[in-house]
């Protein structure tokens, strides 16, 4: 079928999808070039261009990842083209975003299977038949030599060092390697072989996207519309969401899991979860809230049921359904899961001969870090610290424990936080 017998596209009106768009958004530049395309869009019947670049240094999606893939979905419920664009030659590079020091470089094998794994696992938000995926190698592989010099002329080293990261860096003396000055360029060239009409990311990469912006007039084309989304906190409420931190909710976690950890944040984040993880709309959580001011809704069924509409999309409402049942066996009604798992522990680094070899020493962080209890044993230390850590239902803060043979060859029941078992006892 020839372009021109192409059937136009219909799509919601302008302020309808402005309002739709801009939920959770940080920055906007600008909201008046935004509506002028979205009107040209709605007029044309050619869908707006959305990009999202992803440098796939690591396999794993947590929720916190999910708030700018869930504005990707936004913009397919919409009805406008969204690319998934696979940084397979930026993640050659290394984004120094955030960066107090230059970022190791991935191999290729190293970034290609980390994009397969993040590729499946965005899946669960996006639609993988309306999601154009693309590798950037495709034209940053063939720009040659001649073509990056062309593109470094394009912006100047002033203008990079006015960068957070980069002005921290050179103040404090650290060193910028010239790969790094790179990283805005490509990015931003991105945009110009894509044509794109909208660029999106999160907030730390403000930078970088309006790098975009400004060189694309370069290329006899308009200068993308750049919106931000914010970076959401973890579990604890305090730090940002981030694996190191031990505060995540991974997407691939067990619908259990999952369920527990959103009961578990305070009833204050939970509605900045409604807010940037769910498709609820603004109108339908300020009603929410107003319920629960108002007394006629209580926060833990407020809680209940984001916990649920996690769950159910990432692994289906019959699992959200079982999760939830579960929550309220185990929580309601004081029981322990049905499917805990063990622990056999063998003399070595976690598990040591007492004094005089009677009875045995556990340590603790080393436990806990080793079963993936706790990020790391620092984290393992500060769950301790905090009283998060209890055996066969005594809280306990020692980080070495000493535990009589007898005791242990039984098996005690360890709980970290709310919900996370674990039973050991020595092989």
Partial sequence: MGAGSEKKKQFPPVEEQLAYLKKGIVDLF????????????????????????????????????TVLLR??????????????????????????????RTRPQLT???????????????????????????FNSEWLGELGAEGFIRLAAKYNVARMLERRDFRKRYAAGESIRMHEFLYPLVQAYDSVELRVDVELGGTDQLFNLNVGRDIMPDYNLPPQVVMTTPLLEGIDGSEKMSKSMG????????????FGKVM????????????????????????????????????RDAKVRLARELVSGF??????????????????RGGVPEDVPEACLVEGPVLESGQGGHGWVIHLPVLLAAEGLAAS??????????????????RVQEEHLEMEAGRLRQGILLKVGKRRYLRIRKA
């Avoid at 984040?269 to 809230?289: N, V």
């Avoid at 393992?380 to 209890?390: C, E, I, P, T």
């Fill in 30 to 65: 600008t909201e008046e070039e935004l509506r002028d395309r979205l009107q040209a869009s709605r007029s044309s019947g050619r869908p707006l261009r959305v990009k999202v670049g992803f440098d796939p240094s690591a396999p794993d999606i947590h929720l916190g990842h």
């Fill in 315 to 332: 692994h289906g409402e019959t699992a959200a359904r079982e999760a939830e049942e579960e929550f309220q066996r185990i929580f309601t």
């Fill in 264 to 299: 578990s944040i305070s009833d204050d984040l939970m509605w900045r979860y409604y807010l940037l993880c769910t498709d609820f709309s603004k109108a339908a959580i300020e009603s929410m809230q107003e319920e629960v001011g108002k007394g006629t809704l209580h926060p």
């Fill in 247 to 258: 505060n995540t909710i991974g997407i691939s976690e067990s619908p259990g899991e999952i």
């Fill in 377 to 394: 044993r620092s984290a393992a230390r500060r769950l301790l610290a905090q009283g998060a850590v209890s055996l066969d239902g005594r």
């Fill in 108 to 134: 290729r094998q190293e970034v290609l299977a980390n994009a397969e794994t993040y590729k499946e696992q965005a899946f669960r938000i996006l639609s993988p038949t309306e999601t154009k995926i693309r």
């Fill in 71 to 100: 504005k990707m979905k936004h913009f397919q419920d919409m009805g406008h083209e969204v690319t998934f664009l696979i940084g397979d030659f930026t993640g050659l590079i290394g984004d120094p975003t955030g960066r107090s």
